[in-house]
């Protein structure tokens, strides 16, 4: 039986651990009998998933409800298992047979479970050709109603059994599909969402059809023996002519029972549906055709080729059978060599679907873990589609006239060094805004937010101010600053919100939109821990949050335009690592002061019902400390895992610096990565994880860490310290035993998303072992690993001599091409 794999996620797409799962027959409450773990040993219905939400079963092929059940969430999907290696055998068996065999084994093997979850079974030939619902079309999502499924029948004139399943997601109906289609209907059809889901004024649009058109088949029971069942074709009039009778005991597959002779001349042999739609077929010249892939003989002498339904190649066997390419991957399938077979399928979640040996897994190897490479490597990458893929349905949305973006920090925060500004001139099409004539107030220091200049939004620009803040520098006086001075020039903020505005209107296909602005401002003050930043201190520098809001809100207010907060950014923790502040304590503060700025800026303020987005960076590189284990960057990641809608969106350790601060292309560099993060929450409203460790094992000597990987595969590669790409030995991983670092011999990739350590000595019994990454001992705060986002940034690395950049920043790998936007691996202290 076909092993599935799902992920429980809370509507924050935060995994369920250990919640409880039922699979009920499809549109039922009726528990699935004859459930199997991955290794073929009988479970119960209900069952658990593991720490990481995922449950893992097998089960007669059918369609069904999946149920995940905790006090964080209760909710269902549809899923359907198909038996693929038993019924890719069946169909070879059939295949080498000859259509004769093709139809015996037909008659011998009919699937009566696969042929009902295909709605192909009727009470009568009447049924089968009455109409049922067809299509059904959103044409008003209503409000008001609960996230979730929902089935809804259908009623109309006449007729009955018709279903819907209706999903509602932001409180509106989101999406809805024909569950079942019912029989004998006449029209006008409706279906009652509003009580079902709560959707006030949410309506549907529904269309008829015949349940089995002309040149389909079904079947009824047989009125001519027990257990039997006549299979009928419908011909055209419409009428139904009886083509044979076939036995349902027994019966494991619906592609044997589904193999047609077909007209065409060139087929040899085609698997199709039951409304005769050609999925799979084989041409008498040996090539094999499908919706997603082909595979070919090639005449210039390439031997097999592997092509997908466009043409494009993906990889070529020669006729001494060398592949061109070693592997190809898809979301699909993978097809790939390994240490223990020459050539394998895998499904998405790295299960063998068959080896030229047969349709099994292959032996295992006792130099490695119980759970081998290949499968875990599969679970890195199921585990960063699913991110991916969820839906965030639980922060403001980007809908506002004024959508304010609040920075709130210290000195990377606010651009401490960063000079010269770099994004001196505002993008008239983006139309972003600035509260004043700089995004941070006229005073460095104050405990309130008092515009430069002017109270009123201007467009969006990267200025330099004076030492105190009060004043905007002219090119000539920025040129002359010393190295070292402390002026705050180009911050994470401009590049942030510019970037992802541009990738807003891309996503909307706009060129400019006048109705929805971006506004940010920035809050923050150099040099302060949290405690110093949080509400209630003395001075209470917090009170810049609260005046900056206010100030925006009223300009809103005074237009009688919408005004939310859709995220705040957070960047700090320099101090708390320089004060040694504990983990704990720093996110207890953390999560108080984000709590504050929810209820006094966006519940208070803005008014609004829904949080923001909260997006941080993890605090590191020089800063970092390790006599507390990286306490507050782990806080910090800890806390993007640990709480809803936190975000953490880049570590700040592979940017260029002048020794602690960045420098302008660092800021502007940062603030790219920010803003692809702010693009895929607030807008394509996509779950997000940085580069970080899901988990690890130790066999002896070797430690082999799983990750995430956002866009795999991962790469070694040199973050800049200072101006200086860099690599280290061990690529930025230390191993503590006992406490003391233990000697590495190697580091390396495994697959797409694992990295393994090899020590050099053996681990004493009983003896306690960590891995960091990035720490400060013989790395500064820095590692090479990284993952392979291809985004390309909207601004390009700048050098210009005599503007006051630093003559080291003249760096040719990157100057005048766009920022490179990988995500960079977190920092972070694992025990085994």
């Known amino acids: ?171 509106a109906l989101a999406e809805a599909y024909v569950l079942t289609r019912g029989t004998n209907y006449t029209g006008p059809l409706s279906a009652d969402i509003d009580t079902a889901a709560g959707t006030a004024g949410a309506e549907v649009s529904l269309t008829l059809a015949a349940n089995r058109g002309v040149g ?71 090539s094999i055709l499908s919706p997603s892939y082909n595979i070919e003989s090639d005449d210039g002498g390439a031997g097999v080729v592997f092509a997908d339904k466009f043409g494009f190649v993906g990889f070529e066997f020669s006729p001494t059978f060398g592949a061109v390419a070693p592997k190809f ?33 292959p032996p295992s190897d006792p130099s490695q873990p119980a759970e081998n490479y290949e499968a875990r490597n599969a679970r890195n990458l199921a585990l960063s589609a699913a991110v991916a893929r969820s839906y965030n349905a639980s922060t403001a949305s980007l809908s506002a006239k004024y959508n304010h973006f609040v920075y709130y920090g210290q000195s990377l925060c606010t651009g401490f060094e960063g000079w010269p500004a770099l994004s001196k001139t505002a993008y008239s099409d983006l139309g972003n805004l600035m509260l004043g004539n700089s995004t941070r107030p006229d005073d460095k220091f104050s405990a309130d937010f008092t515009p430069v200049g002017v109270s009123t939004l201007q467009p969006l620009k990267a200025v330099v101010q004076s030492n105190d803040g009060s004043t905007i520098l002219s ?78 809100k009223s300009i809103a207010d005074s237009e009688s335009a919408a005004y939310q907060i859709p995220a705040i950014i957070w960047m700090q923790g ?3 690592y320089i004060f040694d502040t504990p983990q704990a304590t720093y996110k207890s503060d953390l999560v108080a002061l984000r709590n504050d700025m929810i209820d006094d800026l966006c519940s208070g303020i803005a008014g609004q019902s829904r949080p923001p987005a909260f997006i941080t960076y993890q605090t590191g590189a020089g800063y970092t400390k390790d006599d507390q284990n990286l306490a507050i960057g782990m806080a910090q990641l800890e806390l993007s895992e640990e709480q809803d809608n936190w975000y953490l969106a880049t570590p700040v350790y592979p940017y260029t610096d002048k020794g602690g601060h960045l420098d302008p292309n660092g800021y502007r560099w ?29 066999d002896g000597r070797v430690i082999v860490i799983d990750f995430h990987v956002p866009e795999p595969p991962l790469v070694f590669d040199a973050p800049y310290v200072v101006l200086s790409a860099t690599n280290y030995a061990t690529k930025g991983f230390r191993v503590l035993v006992n406490n003391v670092s233990a000697s590495i011999l190697s580091v390396s990739l495994l697959h797409d998303t694992m990295v393994q350590i090899e020590l050099v000595n053996d681990v004493p019994e009983g003896a306690t072992v960590a891995v960091q990454y990035a720490p400060q001992a013989g790395h500064g705060g820095n590692g090479n690993l990284r993952d392979s986002d291809p985004t390309i940034a909207s601004e390009n690395y700048e050098y210009s001599a005599g503007n006051g950049q630093y003559a080291g920043a003249n760096i040719p790998a990157l100057v005048d091409k766009p920022y490179p936007l990988h995500n960079w691996c977190v920092a972070f202290h694992l025990a085994i």
Not at 96 to 118: F, N, P, Y
């Open 1 to 171: 039986m076909e092993v599935k794999n799902y992920f429980a996620f809370t509507a924050e797409n935060k995994p369920i651990r250990f919640c409880t799962a039922y699979l009920y027959e499809a549109g039922t409450s009726n528990l699935v009998t004859g459930l199997t773990d991955k290794n073929g040993n009988p479970i119960d219905n209900p069952f658990q998933a593991d720490k990481d939400g995922l449950v893992q079963f097998a089960g007669p092929n059918g369609v069904y409800d999946l149920r995940f059940k905790s006090s964080l969430r209760d909710y269902r999907i549809r899923v359907s298992i198909v038996d693929t290696p038993a019924l890719l055998a069946a169909a070879a068996t059939a295949a080498e047979a000859g259509s004769q065999a093709v139809e015996s084994a037909a008659s011998a093997k009919r699937s009566e479970e696969i042929a009902l979850d295909a709605n192909q079974i009727y009470d009568s030939t009447a049924d089968a050709l009455s109409n049922g619902v067809k299509t059904v079309v959103i044409t008003a999502p209503g409000s008001g109603g609960t996230d979730g499924q929902y089935i809804v029948p259908v009623t109309g004139t006449t007729g009955s059994g018709g279903q819907l399943l209706v999903v509602v997601s932001g409180n």
């Open 216 to 286: 389909q088949r079904f079947y009824i029971p047989s009125a001519s023996a027990t257990g039997f069942y006549d299979r009928y074709k419908v011909n055209a009039g419409p009428v139904a002519v009886l083509e044979k009778t076939l036995p349902a005991q027994d019966l494991i597959d619906d592609i044997v029972a589904t193999i047609n002779d077909r007209d065409d001349v060139d087929s040899l042999l085609s698997i199709s549906d039951f409304a005769g739609l050609v999925g799979f077929l084989v041409r008498q010249n040996g």
């Open 329 to 361: 991957s898809g979301l699909d399938f993978d097809i790939e060599s390994s240490r223990h077979v020459d050539f394998a399928v895998l499904d998405g979640f790295g299960f063998v679907l068959f080896t030229p040996s047969g349709f099994s897994a």
């Open 475 to 552: 090119d000539a006086a920025v040129a002359a600053l010393t190295p070292g001075a402390g002026n705050e020039g180009e911050s994470p903020d401009v590049g942030a919100i510019n970037f992802s505005r541009r990738q807003f209107l891309d996503y909307h296909s706009l060129s400019q939109d006048g109705e929805r602005r971006f506004v940010v401002t920035n809050c923050g003050v150099a040099g302060r821990t949290i405690a110093e930043l949080s509400k209630g201190a003395d001075p209470e520098i917090y009170n810049r949050t609260v005046d900056a809001c206010t100030a925006v």
């Open 574 to 576: 320099e101090y708390d």
């Open 670 to 698: 940062v603030a790219m990565q920010l803003g692809k993060v702010i693009h895929r929450v607030c807008t394509l409203r996509q779950g997000w994880r940085p580069l970080s460790p899901n988990g690890l094992t130790r």
